[in-house]
Antibody
Framework: QVTLRESGPALVKPTQTLTLTCTFSGFSLSTSEMSVSWVRQPPGKALEWLALIDWDDDKYYNTSLKTRLTISRDTSKNQVVLTMTNMDPADTATYYC???????????????WGQGTLVTVSS | SYELTQPPSVSVSPGQTARITCSGDALPKQSAHWYQQKAGQAPVLIIYKDTERPSGIPERFSGSSSGTTVTLTISGVRAEDEADYYCQSIDSSPTYVFGAGTKVTVL
């Protein structure tokens, strides 16, 4: 059974750095064609892809946020970590981690999602 | 940047058919996928590779593709289908792009 669960602070102050952890089970990120992404959704707005890390430890970022994002993994703990610097109230959103199990096959879609974690940016 | 265009809302009576379109210049070359998001919940994959349905997704959900437009069809709409629906594809590999979402209201 595949599960993903996001964890991190519910509230951060402007200019602070946000660190979110995705803990997953039921699959290995070392398996070929596997990847985990972070996706966010501001209240009442659409989904926005942020970053991806794949089975080969390659990393990709949303170009508009690239300078603020870092994605990493701890394969032994089945975790993917996202850091976002210089947080702003406009970054208030629910942050999801999601799996793409056919990454690099040319399809690129998310077959499993975590339940999401709401992060509010406010002083 | 690449955009996928969806109608903001669709209203449908129970038992009728709802169709949601998603347009994008690269869709003839790249597959599109659809997610259902109910209020307060995470998105759920309901269609992948334009027309394929994951296991456990009801047959009333179907997808089709024609040129630069893909369409999600919900046949025999039920009250439980009221949700936001998002299409998704990719720009450059791998930059995932989502449409703005379509709110389906069951009258």
């Amino acid at each position: 059974q595949v599960t993903l669960r996001e964890s991190g602070p519910a509230l951060v102050k402007p200019t602070q750095t946000l660190t979110l952890t995705c803990t997953f089970s039921g699959f290995s990120l070392s398996t070929s064609e596997m990847s985990v992404s972070w996706v966010r959704q501001p209240p009442g707005k659409a989904l926005e892809w942020l970053a991806l890390i794949d089975w080969d430890d390659d990393k990709y970022y949303n170009t508009s946020l690239k300078t603020r994002l870092t994605i990493s993994r701890d394969t032994s703990k089945n975790q993917v970590v996202l850091t976002m610097t210089n947080m702003d109230p406009a970054d208030t959103a629910t942050y999801y981690c999601a799996r793409d199990s056919e990454y690099n096959s040319g399809l690129y879609f998310f077959d499993y999602w975590g339940q999401g974690t709401l992060v509010t940016v406010s002083s | 940047s690449y955009e996928l265009t969806q109608p903001p809302s669709v209203s449908v009576s129970p038992g009728q058919t709802a169709r949601i379109t998603c347009s994008g210049d690269a869709l003839p070359k790249q597959s599109a996928h659809w997610y259902q998001q109910k209020a307060g919940q995470a998105p759920v994959l309901i269609i992948y590779k334009d027309t394929e349905r994951p296991s456990g997704i009801p047959e009333r959900f179907s997808g089709s593709s024609s040129g630069t437009t893909v369409t999600l069809t919900i046949s025999g709409v039920r009250a439980e289908d009221e949700a936001d629906y998002y299409c998704q594809s990719i720009d450059s590999s791998p930059t995932y792009v989502f449409g703005a979402g379509t709110k389906v209201t069951v009258l």
